[in-house]
């Protein structure tokens, strides 16, 4: 199994979310509201390309994306600033993609529907509660995501990995590998803000299966750095809420 130089075992995850994307542009409207449509805004492609400088010094062995046009644009707007000649091909997990939301119920602007969403991952640690009624239950999309992840650190042959995922999936990731076995990471997912193009590092230390069969497993999970965006380090005049600045009108 390969591993960061200088450890035993040790693989690092840098976990981005998508850039900027309008969920009231013209092709969620053509689509009936479908949001696997939305594609990144020209904002969103300054952010990913602002993310794609920061790590051209990074070579990823691997590169996955949720499958979706927001993610695989930020995925591939970061590949192509690598420094290095030998860019991995990316691939598709499609169990990465958001959390499948409910019903926003009867909402007659961004304002009345940005009060709506910007605290709703407070909720995320209640028995059986969902993203908005009727949507996926979070403990559901948790399982999903932590799974896949798992299963893209059991395989071999790679020390480092960009995933290009969304703010949902990657809250309930941040929260697992925060709290792991000692009590629910949905109870943290309400402090993990994710910026659009945010980059979060994760490392992760793999031992031999406890009980002597073939593979690995996970001993500890070290998060390094969250929500860190290269367009603007200290986040000077971001002073909403991703979810919040998801509904105005000036992401800026």
């Known amino acids: ?7 035993t075992g040790r693989r690092r995850i840098y976990l981005m979310r998508h850039g900027h994307v309008d969920y009231f542009g013209r092709e969620i409207q053509a689509a009936s509201g ?3 449509v939305v594609p990144l ?5 300054e952010q990913a390309d602002a993310a794609g400088r920061a790590l051209s010094h990074v070579r990823f062995d691997r590169a996955i994306c949720s499958g979706v046009p927001r993610t695989k644009q930020t995925a591939e707007r970061v590949l192509a600033g690598q420094a290095e000649s030998a860019v991995p091909t990316l691939e598709i997990e499609a169990d990465l993609i958001e959390i499948h939301g409910g019903h926003f119920g009867e909402v007659k602007s961004r304002a009345e529907l940005a009060a709506k969403m910007a605290y709703h991952f407070e909720l995320a640690g209640e028995p059986g509660a969902t993203m908005l ?17 798992q299963h893209l650190l059991a395989e071999p042959g790679w020390h480092t990995m960009l995933i290009a995922a969304h703010e949902g999936i990657n809250r309930l990731i941040l929260g697992w ?19 659009p193009a945010c980059i979060n590092v994760v490392d992760f230390d793999m031992v031999p299966k406890a009980d002597g069969s073939i593979g690995t497993e996970i001993q500890r999970a070290i998060i390094k750095a969250v929500n860190v965006t290269p367009y603007n380090y200290f986040k000077h005049g ?3 809420t991703s979810l919040e600045a998801i509904f105005t009108k000036d992401p800026r």
Do not use: C, I, W, Y
């Open 34 to 36: 479908d949001t696997k």
């Open 41 to 45: 805004t020209p904002l969103g492609q």
């Open 177 to 195: 590998a925060a709290l792991g076995a000692k009590g629910s990471g949905l109870k943290a997912v309400q402090a993990f803000e994710q910026d």
């Open 133 to 149: 009624e009727h949507g996926e239950v979070f403990a559901d999309a948790e399982r999903r995501a932590v799974d896949a992840v």
């Open 238 to 240: 971001m002073n909403m």
């Open 1 to 7: 199994m390969s591993a960061l130089p200088g450890t």
